[in-house]
């Protein structure tokens, strides 16, 4: 798979991990769940912006799909030690199409719970961290 050299398809987002992909967007959908099933996260549920725009909105938007995403060994870890990260979970991942090119991203999970303030959640969240990277680099 080609990743894209355009530099405004690369910028980087503070907030995530994110790669750009010259492929079709069904490929890069799929690919994208079969490798956070082998990172350990379930796919609790999908959202596709594009259908419920055009549902609700009657706009036509570009392909776009957000996954809600979990382990749940480390979900339960994450709720043992702060019971109202349940505002957090779960992580999302998305695909969707820019410019003529696929782009998958994943939230940074480091960052998204530092926010709460609890020094407890720091491995977690860079044990998920390091797995999502993992599923945005593998695709």
């Given at each position: 798979?080609?990743i894209?050299?355009?530099?405004?398809?690369?910028?980087?987002?503070?907030?995530?991990?994110?790669?750009?992909l010259?492929?079709p967007?069904e490929?890069?959908?799929?690919?994208?769940?079969?490798a956070l099933?082998?990172?350990?996260f379930g796919v609790l549920c999908?959202?596709?912006?594009?259908?419920k725009?055009?549902?609700k909105?009657?706009?036509?938007?570009?392909?776009?799909?957000?996954?809600?995403v979990?382990n749940?060994?480390l979900?339960?870890e994450?709720?043992?030690?702060?019971i109202?990260?349940g505002?957090?979970?779960?992580?999302?991942?998305?695909?969707?199409?820019?410019?003529?090119?696929?782009?998958?991203?994943a939230?940074?999970a480091?960052?998204m719970?530092?926010v709460v303030?609890n020094?407890?959640?720091?491995?977690t969240?860079s044990?998920?961290?390091e797995?999502?990277?993992?599923v945005i680099?593998?695709v």
């Amino acid at each position: 798979m080609n990743i894209a050299t355009n530099s405004e398809l690369d910028k980087t987002i503070h907030y995530g991990h994110r790669r750009t992909l010259k492929v079709p967007f069904e490929e890069l959908l799929q690919n994208t769940k079969e490798a956070l099933l082998k990172e350990g996260f379930g796919v609790l549920c999908e959202i596709d912006v594009r259908a419920k725009f055009q549902e609700k909105l009657g706009i036509d938007f570009h392909k776009y799909v957000i996954l809600g995403v979990c382990n749940p060994l480390l979900a339960f870890e994450t709720l043992q030690q702060e019971i109202n990260i349940g505002l957090f979970l779960p992580c999302n991942v998305i695909v969707y199409e820019e410019q003529g090119h696929t782009v998958v991203a994943a939230i940074d999970a480091e960052k998204m719970m530092s926010v709460v303030g609890n020094p407890k959640l720091e491995l977690t969240a860079s044990v998920v961290n390091e797995r999502l990277r993992r599923v945005i680099e593998s695709v």
